[in-house]
């Protein structure tokens, strides 16, 4: 925490061009929550509402001395790690959620980027497997959609009950992980949350007809992991990001031709002066 008592996080995730998703959504959540945030990037991408084109994985010898400099200055009370892109970005990735760890405990959330909201494929399967073996068993939450819980649990992921078994299947392999499956592709559009130790309850939901539909996993993971390091209760902060994307949605910023981008400001817009 600094010495004006603002926990400062850290977003480790790629560079979307067009701020709907990856570190510059995530900062501006962390802002939204008044929070400091930092950020490593792990990937750029060349994108926009209408799509991915093209990513361009960061070396990881740049990645591993921006968490190493960020580390010896501004070291985090929470950790939100979004898309990674490559194995080499899990290996220095997994690397340094050990050292954060072992020095303060931090709480780490990850929202398993697997393939972007237009189809293109984010991770490989080399980076998948080095993921589950080396990333979740250092981790506290991760927040997958059905299709990320479905690949990470080895089956298929339609329907409520599957929701159930697959966030189960992927716990009794990590037992002391938290899973937060959003289910936005169900309907109603409910959330799955189940705590180390719990048997799991269901956050209900209610669908926001909008265009904005870019970016909300990325928004909510880091919403959730702010209101964690912020004290509140697993259930209290899951609830907390819930509201706080579904205003996003709604107060939508109308560009592009393509998804449109949230609000994740909204909160400050309504409170001050802000354009």
């Known amino acids: 925490m600094s010495s004006s008592g603002v926990h400062t996080v850290l977003t480790i995730a790629g560079f979307d061009p067009s701020s709907g ?5 995530d900062l501006a959540v962390f802002r939204a929550h008044g929070l400091n945030g930092t950020s490593a990037v792990t990937a750029l991408t060349v994108q926009s509402t209408a799509g ?85 068993p250092q981790i506290d939450w991760i927040t997958p959609n ?47 949350l189940v705590s180390p130790g719990e048997q799991g309850v269901w956050l209900s939901g209610k669908r926001v007809h909008t265009r904005a539909t870019h970016g909300t996993g990325c928004a909510l993971s880091s919403a959730f992991l702010c209101g964690i390091v912020q004290g509140k209760t697993v259930i209290a902060a899951a609830i907390a990001a819930k509201n706080y994307v579904a205003g996003a949605m709604k107060h939508a910023i109308e560009s592009g031709r393509g998804p449109c981008t949230m609000d994740h400001l909204w909160q400050l817009r309504r409170r001050s002066d802000l354009p």
Not at 21 to 25: E, L, N
Request: proline share 7%.
């Open 146 to 192: 059905l299709h990320e819980l479905s690949v990470l649990a080895g089956l298929s992921v339609a329907s409520r009950e599957d929701v159930q078994v697959a966030a189960q299947r992927v716990r009794s392999r990590h037992p002391d992980l938290g899973v937060f499956a959003t289910g936005g592709h169900l309907e109603p559009p409910d959330d799955f």
């Open 21 to 25: 998703a990856g570190v510059t959504a």
């Open 52 to 136: 991915v084109r093209s990513t361009h994985p960061v070396g990881p010898d740049v990645l591993r001395d921006m968490l190493e400099c960020l580390e010896a200055d501004l070291p985090p009370a929470g950790i939100k790690i979004g898309m990674l892109g490559s194995a080499d970005a899990v290996a220095v990735v997994a690397d340094y959620l050990t050292l954060a760890k072992a020095a303060r405990g931090s709480v780490v959330v990850l929202d398993p980027v697997l393939k972007s909201s237009s189809g293109r494929e984010l991770l490989d399967p080399e980076g998948l497997r080095m993921l589950e073996a080396r990333i979740l």
